[in-house]
C-alpha cells in the first residue's frame, strides 16, 4: 500500500501569513489522485483539494494544490483564523486508499 | 442541499456486528457512490471502502475484506456498512462520504459521523 508521509507534523503561523503542507507518497500517486481535507475538532473532514489541484465546490482561493508523482503540495496564500485544525492528504489512486497521519495548524 | 445523515451511536459488545447507515438527500443517489472513513479516539484517518450507488459493486480495504459488507438501497438513497467480530479496537467514529465516478473520486459531503463503541 502507499505510504503518505506529511510534514511538518505541526505549524503555528499568525493570521497573514502563508503556509505551506507537505505530502510525500512511497510510491507514485496512479492520476494524480491526491486529496487534501481539514477537519476541526469534533467535525468530520471537510474537502479542499482532489485531482492534486482542483478546489472543492465552495473552497476560497487562498488554499491551493500542486504537485505530481509522489511530492504534492497544500498552501494556504494568506492565513485566516478560522484556518486551524488538522489537514490530511489522501491518495485515491490504488487500493487501498490511504491518508497521511496530519499535519496541525495552530493559528498563533 | 446535499446531506449525508447517518445513524446513531452504538455500544456493542466484542464479537457482535454492527450496521451504520447513511441516508442521503439532495442528489441523485445512483450517480454517486459512498465511502466509508473511520476514526479512533485521537487517531488519524482510516479507509474501509466504498460502494458504488450506481451498480452496487463495492470495493474494500484488504485489511477489512471478510469482516466489512457495504450495501445500497436505492429506493431509500441510503448505504449501509456492517462491520462484524468486533474488537475494542474497532471502537472509532465511522464517516461516509459522497464520491463519484468509476474511481470513486471524492467530491465534497461527510456525514455527520457515528461514534461505535466496542466494550465488554
Known amino acids: 500500500e502507499i505510504v503518505l508521509t506529511q510534514s511538518p507534523g505541526t505549524l503555528s503561523l499568525s493570521p497573514g501569513e502563508r503556509a505551506t503542507l507537505s505530502c510525500r507518497a512511497s510510491q507514485s500517486v496512479s492520476s494524480d489522485y491526491l486529496a487534501w481535507y481539514q477537519q476541526k475538532p469534533g467535525q468530520a473532514p471537510r474537502l479542499l483539494i482532489y485531482?492534486?489541484?482542483r478546489r472543492a465546490t465552495g473552497i476560497p482561493d487562498r488554499f491551493s494544490g500542486s504537485g505530481s508523482g509522489t511530492d504534492f503540495t497544500l498552501t494556504i496564500s494568506r492565513l485566516e483564523p478560522e484556518d486551524f485544525g488538522v489537514y490530511y492528504c489522501q491518495q485515491y489512486g490504488s487500493s487501498p486508499r490511504t491518508f497521511g497521519q496530519g499535519t496541525k495548524l495552530e493559528i498563533k | 442541499q446535499v446531506q449525508l445523515v447517518q445513524s446513531g451511536g452504538e455500544v456493542k459488545k466484542p464479537g457482535a456486528s454492527v450496521k451504520v447507515s447513511c441516508k442521503a438527500s439532495g442528489y441523485t443517489f445512483t450517480s454517486y457512490g459512498i465511502s466509508w472513513v473511520r476514526q479512533a479516539p485521537g487517531q488519524g484517518l482510516e479507509w474501509l471502502g466504498w460502494?458504488?450507488?450506481?451498480?452496487?459493486?463495492?470495493n474494500y480495504a484488504q485489511k477489512f475484506q471478510g469482516r466489512v459488507t457495504m450495501t445500497t438501497d436505492t429506493s431509500a438513497s441510503t448505504g449501509y456498512m456492517e462491520l462484524r467480530s468486533l474488537r475494542s479496537d474497532d471502537t472509532a467514529v465511522y464517516y461516509c462520504?459522497?464520491?463519484?465516478?468509476?474511481?470513486?473520486?471524492?467530491?465534497?459531503?461527510w456525514g455527520q459521523g457515528t461514534l461505535v463503541t466496542v466494550s465488554s
Open positions: 460502494i458504488s450507488g450506481y451498480n452496487g459493486n463495492p
Open positions: 462520504e459522497r464520491v463519484k465516478g468509476s474511481s470513486g473520486y471524492p467530491v465534497g459531503y
Open positions: 485531482g492534486a489541484f
